[in-house]
């Protein structure tokens, strides 16, 4: 991804001083007017004891970052030394810890004391590791939004580098779909969680400078205690096109199954490109099956491909949608989800819907409230349930599944480079 901000602020990976947050976004950071007075929240500083409040849900703030500028020292205190037992998932990145700090001043407390965060910890030797380093803090440091999950601080010392957020107490989203014992999800839940996730993204496409998140995927939403939904892992944003471009021509990286064709073929990446992996994301949510499964027979790894032609008809949709939703869900709902993906995933990025306009129909569709057939609802409850005793907070393969950083293992990545 380059500088962390550009060509005024570097950060040198053999220099043992962390940059002051002044450098980080040094020329970076602006008020966005707009933006302020569409939400109504005036300005909002950022604050090393996390203090700032976001009262604008639906477009959240740009903000003057003032992050809390960790030594390495603290951050093994805050991890028990990076105890194993305190991992909670591994990526592309890095590994990611749980730690416990002070409220107020984020001090490495004891276990239980405080609030649990979660530390990514780069791969000291990865020349990847810094360049998503130096993305994150560009990004999170400088947008405030309820459904972008929140960077606290970070470390950069001795070729270490770490960046320190908010605890996410339900994990991913993706853990809950695909991990075996992982707690089900509603339909009105699923909803909840599509609607926070178009929020966040409409939040990147509209904001001073337009972000194109790159690599939308489950594994990227995170779940705090309420099923909120908040965007996590910017290490492959990238600011869109300008100058009145319609895209931006960057090396191909993200996540097969996700990505956007013309993007895959191309190179060239359009905010629309994100709207693709956006109707990925809820095609996974109303089917509870992976984007990508090479296990699955030949004909069904690709979901779009096996998928696709079952969303314009009733009675194929029916046979498709997650068994353990148990049939509790408005057909007509779902029958308009299924219409919204199509639009999503059209092979034109000008066909797609916007985020905005996507975020609008997910309100609408939210409202159905068509209860179920009775027949149907009858045999749903009746059906026997599967008690797996698996916790829904330790999966069986990697990923952070109560934390930041989960990536999808190796063999579903498009590329390394930013």
Same mark, same amino acid.
Request: hydrophobic share 30%.
């Given at each position: 991804?380059?500088?962390?901000?550009?060509?005024?602020?570097?950060?040198?990976?053999?220099?043992?001083?962390?940059?002051?947050?002044?450098?980080?976004?040094?020329?970076?950071?602006?008020?966005?007017?707009?933006?302020?007075?569409?939400?109504?929240?005036?300005?909002?500083?950022?604050?090393?004891?996390?203090?700032?409040?976001?009262?604008?849900?639906?477009?959240?703030?740009?903000?003057?970052?003032?992050?809390?500028?960790?030594?390495?020292?603290?951050?093994?205190?805050?991890?028990?030394?990076?105890?194993?037992?305190?991992?909670?998932?591994?990526?592309?990145?890095?590994?990611?810890?749980?730690?416990?700090?002070?409220?107020?001043?984020?001090?490495?407390?004891?276990?239980?004391?405080?609030?649990?965060?979660?530390?990514?910890?780069?791969?000291?030797?990865?020349?990847? &590791?810094?360049?998503?380093?130096? @993305?994150? +803090?560009?990004?999170? $440091?400088?947008?405030?939004?309820?459904? /972008?999950?929140?960077?606290?601080?970070?470390?950069?010392?001795?070729?270490?580098?770490?960046?320190?957020?908010?605890?996410?107490?339900?994990?991913?989203?993706?853990?809950?779909?695909?991990?075996?014992?992982?707690?089900?999800?509603?339909?009105?839940?699923?909803?909840?969680?599509?609607?926070?996730?178009?929020?966040?993204?409409?939040?990147?496409?509209?904001?001073?400078?337009?972000?194109?998140?790159?690599?939308?995927?489950?594994?990227?939403?995170?779940?705090?205690?309420?099923?909120?939904?908040?965007?996590?892992?910017?290490?492959?944003?990238?600011?869109?096109?300008?100058?009145?471009?319609?895209?931006?021509?960057?090396?191909?990286?993200?996540?097969?199954?996700?990505?956007?064709?013309?993007?895959?073929?191309? &190179?060239?990446?359009?905010?629309? @490109?994100? +709207?693709?992996?956006? $109707?990925?994301?809820?095609?996974?949510? /109303?089917?509870?099956?992976?984007?990508?499964?090479?296990?699955?027979?030949?004909?069904?790894?690709?979901?779009?491909?096996?998928?696709?032609?079952?969303?314009?008809?009733?009675?194929?949709?029916?046979?498709?949608?997650?068994?353990?939703?148990?049939?509790?869900?408005?057909?007509?709902?779902?029958?308009?989800?299924?219409?919204?993906?199509?639009?999503?995933?059209?092979?034109?990025?000008?066909?797609?819907?916007?985020?905005?306009?996507?975020?609008?129909?997910?309100?609408?569709?939210?409202?159905?409230?068509?209860?179920?057939?009775?027949?149907?609802?009858?045999?749903?409850?009746?059906?026997?349930?599967?008690?797996?005793?698996?916790?829904?907070?330790?999966?069986?393969?990697?990923?952070?599944?109560?934390?930041? &950083?989960?990536?999808?293992?190796?063999?579903?990545?498009?590329?390394?480079?930013?």
């Amino acid at each position: 991804m380059g500088n962390c901000c550009g060509a005024q602020a570097n950060v040198n990976p053999a220099s043992s001083k962390p940059p002051s947050p002044a450098e980080l976004s040094k020329n970076n950071i602006k008020q966005d007017k707009s933006i302020k007075e569409r939400s109504g929240s005036g300005s909002a500083n950022g604050s090393s004891n996390g203090s700032e409040k976001t009262e604008a849900a639906e477009t959240g703030t740009i903000i003057t970052p003032d992050l809390k500028m960790f030594t390495f020292a603290e951050l093994k205190r805050a991890t028990r030394n990076f105890m194993p037992r305190t991992m909670l998932g591994e990526g592309g990145f890095g590994r990611v810890f749980k730690g416990w700090v002070d409220e107020k001043t984020y001090a490495p407390t004891k276990v239980c004391v405080g609030i649990p965060v979660a530390v990514k910890k780069s791969n000291p030797e990865s020349e990847q &590791g810094l360049k998503e380093w130096q @993305s994150e +803090v560009k990004f999170l $440091g400088k947008f405030s939004h309820p459904n /972008l999950v929140k960077l606290l601080g970070y470390c950069c010392e001795d070729k270490q580098f770490l960046l320190v957020y908010e605890y996410m107490h339900k994990g991913s989203l993706e853990n809950h779909l695909f991990t075996l014992g992982a707690e089900s999800l509603t339909w009105e839940i699923r909803l909840k969680i599509a609607i926070g996730a178009a929020r966040g993204l409409a939040f990147l496409h509209t904001s001073e400078k337009t972000v194109i998140y790159r690599d939308f995927k489950s594994s990227n939403i995170l779940l705090d205690g309420d099923y909120n939904a908040k965007l996590s892992d910017f290490g492959f944003a990238k600011l869109g096109p300008s100058d009145g471009d319609s895209h931006v021509t960057t090396q191909i990286v993200g996540t097969y199954g996700y990505a956007a064709p013309e993007y895959i073929a191309t &190179g060239h990446l359009y905010v629309k @490109s994100d +709207v693709y992996g956006f $109707g990925v994301v809820l095609l996974e949510m /109303l089917t509870g099956k992976q984007a990508l499964d090479i296990n699955r027979p030949a004909g069904q790894q690709n979901l779009v491909e096996w998928t696709k032609p079952s969303l314009p008809n009733k009675r194929k949709l029916k046979k498709i949608m997650d068994p353990r939703l148990r049939d509790l869900y408005p057909l007509k709902a779902a029958t308009q989800v299924a219409e919204l993906i199509l639009n999503c995933l059209e092979s034109d990025p000008k066909k797609r819907p916007s985020m905005e306009e996507v975020l609008e129909t997910l309100k609408r569709i939210n409202e159905i409230k068509e209860k179920p057939n009775r027949k149907e609802a009858k045999a749903a409850t009746t059906r026997p349930q599967l008690h797996h005793h698996r916790s829904p907070y330790r999966p069986k393969h990697g990923g952070a599944s109560a934390g930041i &950083g989960a990536r999808t293992p190796p063999h579903g990545r498009t590329g390394r480079k930013g």
